[in-house]
Every structure is written in C-alpha cells, then in structure tokens.
C-alpha cells in the first residue's frame, strides 16, 4: 500500500564516507551489474504494463470515435450497441455504474467503518485475533460466487418477498447490496490502518478529560482519521465501479437512465461481458465500442484510485 | 470539537456507561454482520450445491445434461492458468520487489516505478481483460489460448505480489544487509543469502493471496473469449480452455434449476481451494510474524 522509503535500506545505511573507506574490493563484478539490470528491467514491467493499457484501450477506442463523434458518446442518453437500431449514447451505462456505486457505499460505508471502529477501539485483543482473520478469508470469495447469491439468494428470497411484482428478476438492489458487502472488508482494513496511526496520547488526554470509550472514538480518534477513512470510502467506491460479475449476473442486460434500483439496469463493466459473451467480429463497430467503455471506466477508477493514494499520503504525514 | 462535560455528569457517568455499552454493541452487530451474510451465502451455496458433489463429478466433461456435466475441463484448465501464471508472476514480482526495496536510487524514475505500480493494484480486473484481449489474443495472435489466458492474470496479479514482496523485504532490518556486507559481501550476496531467505515467508504470503485472487478472477477471461464450450483436456498452453469460475458463469446463467445446482457445487468446489489458500496465507503471515 505504502510508497515511502523503508528508513533501514542498503543505500541509506551509514556514513557514506565510511562505506567507501570500508569497500576494500575493487575486483570488478559484472555479473552484479547484470543483475541489477535484471532486477530493474523487472520494476518497468509495470510501466511497460500501464502504457500496454492506455494503448491499448486508446487505439481501438480511436477507431470507435472516428465513425461515433466522441460529444455524442458522452452526452447521449440511450446505449443500444447489441441491438437495432443502434445507439451508442453512454450515459445510461454510466448511470447504472454510478447507482451501484452509491447503494454500495450505503452499505459498505457504516459495516466497514464500524467494523473498524470495533477492531480497533473496543475489541479484545483475543476477540480482535479471531474476527480479523475470519473477515481477510471471506474476502477471497470470488465474486462470480457473489453474484450468484445475489440473484438466488437476495433476489429471491430477500427481496422479492419485500416488494413483489414491483422489482425486476435482474435488478440494481440486489447487485448494489452485494457489492457493498465485497467492499467491507477493503473499508475496514484501510480504516483500522488508519485509526491505529492515531497517537495513543490523544485517546488517553480524551479518557483523562472523563469521555467514555464512544467519545473518545467518535470525537476525537475519527475526526483525526478522517483523511484515512475519506480514502478507504474513495478506494471501496473505485472497487465498486470496477466490479464486474456481480452486477454482470444480477443486475441485468438493461441501460436505461433511471434513478430506481428496482428495474433491471446495465453497467460499464456488464456491457463489456455482455458483448464478450457473443461473437462480436473483430472489424465491428461493437467490437471497438467495448474498448471505448472501456477506457470510460479507466478514466473514472483511475480517478478515485489517485485520489485515494493522495488521501492516504495525507493522513499519513499527519503525525 | 470534544463534548465539554459538566461536573454533574463526571459525578453520574451511569448514563454515559450506558449508552457507551450501547455503542459497543451496535458496533459488534455491525463488525458480525458481513460474516454472518457471508456465512449465509456459505449456507445456501453448501444446500443446493452439496448433494451434486460426486467423483463422476469432477472426471466428465461439460454436457448438455445438468445430470451428467462435470468439472474436468474447467478444474485442468485452472491448474494450467495456476501453473503458467505462478511461473510467470513470481520471478517478475520479487525482482521488482528487491529491486525497489534494495537497489534503486531514490529518484523520480523509482518514484513513478512506485505511484505505477499502486495504480495498477487499482485498475479492475476487466481493464485486464481488455489489454489481454488486444495485446495477447488479437495483438500478438495467440488466440483464446491458456498462455494468454496465464499472461493477462500475471499482470493483474503482479503490483500485488510487488507490494506484499515489498512489505516483507522492508520489515527484514538494515543491520542484517550492514552486517553482511561488513563481512565483505556485495549488494546482491547479501540480498541473497540473507535478505531474501529471511523475508520468503513473507512474500509466499502474498504469491498465496495474489494466485488465490487469480483462481477466482472471471471478467477478464471472460474478455479474453474463453467463454466458450470445451469438452477435452486442455495439454499444453496453446490450447483452448476454460476454467472453473467461467464455467460457474455458464452455469448459473442458464435457466434450468438442474444447472444451478451444478453452479453451486462448482461454487463450493471453487470457495474450498480458494478459502483454504486464503487461510493458509494468513496463518502462514501470523506463523513467521518476526520480531527483530
């Protein structure tokens, strides 16, 4: 997670002048040489592996925007690539990513941050060595396993007992809730780092002014943390929008522009399945329409993944 | 900021205890809540799927028929994609790791190596798909093949091994490499011969998490086109294949009742490796947790 310096590494460690004094070999090594060459060439893979992205998703996405113009892309209010008549406006499919952004974050924000709150700040340690670990596990389900529980469990016999005829078979809700349990346990983790960076001299100068435990963490270890907590939010949304078989399962094949996570609805991420699940040809339109989406979702998690470095930078200098 | 609190209620504090307990126990609903969904989920996969689970279900192929479709194609598919990738990401990942966390100058150029590699942890996995599909599938002419089905997960796998590998090579102190070299090793001999053993548990930890997440990544070979109907043995990495959790897609988007029980023994098949890898990892990490 972290990208400061480790303060004991070889090239910060001692006196340099004393290095020097004590490098007694002047036997050339060149097989050293090649190996750190080696060792860097490995680290530009991951240049090599971003450019390998942006190019990618650029070039077909180029091809795309030479016969759709790029402003009635963006502005366009119906997404109909699969079927006539065709209509390439994106904006109901951003819609739909954005609505299981915030049910997720209705979820996710209040179970993550307080999971947080009780690992760090009420929980025994033995309490704390026994939920931490159970909660690191359930995070390896995969979420093609997820959205199947969205759609027979939730759907089924969760909501559909609750609303009857009034929700759709593949509906917003139900991906939009199971997607805010996914991004639990990043909120929780990123918070707890957080709150355990807060000095132990704030929370005891809180208990010696007589505040009890909840004020102590709710007014004095939060508000410190808050720049931590703000990127954990921030990384659990970007986790959301780039969550892909939850919603390609439950959610529906559906774009439209509406605010109601009853219907069915279609993400950026569904669509991209969607028409990999077909046999799109390489020369059609549609083809290269997946790669536009596609960077239309590069841009927006790149976004909140900056955005979420920097706040965890912030919180990070604060003490 | 802080409530000011009036002699009276130091004096009193009964009230304050007890919406301090109160507090306590909304905060340990919500801290259960995820695993007890979880648990649910557990629950419900193991009661429709668990009767489906038979030899002869993991030795046929994929059928048209709920009652004779089995997981063979799909679970050889995954130990290929397993064994590539790991062959791949592991020396790619801990030659990074080492080289940030041992060698590289502290310059702009390490610095954007570094804010590269923490965005790509943040790029969802379809995003993967995509650059597979363009640079391995169409680009480089490959096909729907497990080379380029193995070569699209090592990228997407490998800021996490960079970045666990990172952490255990740092935690690892700098009087051993001080040490070391004061004895008349060079960089790279006191890397190998002390740095690195000592920090192996630490980067098995996060190879172990990182080929867990691979295992269970769906959206991007299903991008790449692997989405397809494999009735064979995968045997070597130019063939066609498909995997476990693509197979649990094609399952459980099918109609037929019949299907989605296979989807969930699948799922439980899939939630045994993946579970069991995960708690090996972090009972391994609590295990070698070292203090210097």
């Known amino acids: 997670m972290s990208a400061t310096p480790a303060p004991t590494s070889l090239r910060e460690g001692g006196d340099p002048a004393l290095s020097q004094a004590v490098d007694l070999s002047h036997r050339p090594r060149p097989g050293e040489k090649v190996i750190r060459a080696l060792l860097a060439a490995c680290g530009v893979m991951s240049i090599l592996t971003t450019a390998g992205i942006v190019l990618t998703l650029a070039f077909e996405a180029f091809e795309f925007f030479r016969e759709v113009p790029v402003w009635s892309f963006v502005t366009g209010t119906n997404w109909s690539a699969l079927i006539e008549p065709k209509a390439y406006g994106v904006l109901p499919l951003v819609s739909g990513t954005l609505m299981i952004g915030v049910l997720s974050a209705i979820v996710g924000v209040p179970l993550g941050v307080s999971t947080a709150i009780y690992l760090r700040e009420y929980a025994s340690p033995r309490v704390r060595n026994r939920l931490k670990p159970t909660l690191e596990v359930l995070a390896g389900i995969p979420t093609v396993v997820l959205g199947y529980f969205a759609l027979t469990f939730v759907t089924e016999t969760v909501l559909r007992p609750l609303f009857g005829d009034r929700i759709d078979f593949y509906n917003g809700l139900s991906a939009g809730l199971v997607v805010g349990i996914m991004i639990v346990p990043i909120i929780a983790s990123v918070s707890e780092d957080a709150m355990a960076a807060v000095p132990r001299s704030l929370r005891e100068g809180a208990f010696g002014l007589g505040a009890s435990r909840m004020t102590t963490s709710l007014r004095v270890v939060l508000p410190a943390a808050m720049s931590g907590i703000a990127a954990s939010v921030v990384l659990g949304l970007s986790r959301a929008v780039g ?77 | 900021m802080a409530t000011r609190l009036s002699p009276t209620e130091l004096r009193c504090s009964d009230t304050l205890r007890t919406k301090d307990r109160a507090f306590r126990w909304v905060l340990l609903a919500g801290a259960t809540t995820t695993i007890a969904i979880l648990l649910v989920l557990v629950a419900d996969i193991v009661r429709d799927g668990a009767g489906r689970l038979s030899p002869e279900f993991f030795t046929s192929y994929a059928s048209r028929f709920a009652s004779r479709a089995g997981l063979r194609a799909p679970l050889l598919g995954t130990l290929w994609l397993m064994g590539l990738c790991s062959v791949l990401t592991v020396p790619l990942g801990v030659g990074a790791a080492i080289y940030l966390e041992e060698f590289a100058p502290s310059n702009r150029w390490t610095r954007l190596i570094e804010t590269n590699i923490a965005n790509l942890a943040g790029v969802p996995s379809i995003v993967y798909g995509l650059l597979g599909l363009g640079l391995f599938v169409r680009g480089l002419n490959l096909g729907k093949v497990v080379l380029a089905g193995a070569l699209t997960l090592s990228l997407l796998v490998l800021p996490i091994v960079i970045i666990a590998s990172r952490e255990a090579l740092r935690a690892v102190p700098g009087a051993i490499r001080d040490g070391a070299m004061a004895l008349g090793a060079t960089r790279w001999q006191a890397v190998r011969y002390e740095v690195l053993p000592a920090a192996i548990p630490g980067v098995m930890t996060g190879t172990i998490l990182a080929l867990s997440r691979a295992i269970g990544e769906t959206a991007p070979l299903i991008t790449l086109g692997a989405f397809t109907f494999v009735a064979f043995d995968p045997r070597g990495p130019f063939d066609t294949f498909t995997a476990i959790p693509i197979q649990i897609l094609g399952w459980a988007i099918r109609p037929q009742e019949a299907f989605h029980e296979i989807a969930a023994a699948a799922s439980i098949v899939l939630l045994v490796v993946l579970l069991g890898m995960n708690a090996f990892a972090i009972w391994l990490r609590n295990r070698y947790r070292r203090e210097w």
């Open chain 1, 243 to 319: 969550e892909t078989m939850i919603v390609a399962i439950a959610a529906g094949s559906s774009p439209r522009l509406t605010a109601n996570p009853l219907r069915s609805i279609q993400t950026l991420t569904g669509y991209i399945v969607q028409a990999s699940l077909g046999d799109t040809p390489q020369t059609s339109l549609e083809y290269k329409g997946v790669f536009a989406v596609g960077l239309v979702l590069f841009l927006m998690t790149l976004a909140l993944n900056v955005a979420s470095i920097r706040l965890v930078r912030k919180f990070r200098q604060a003490y």
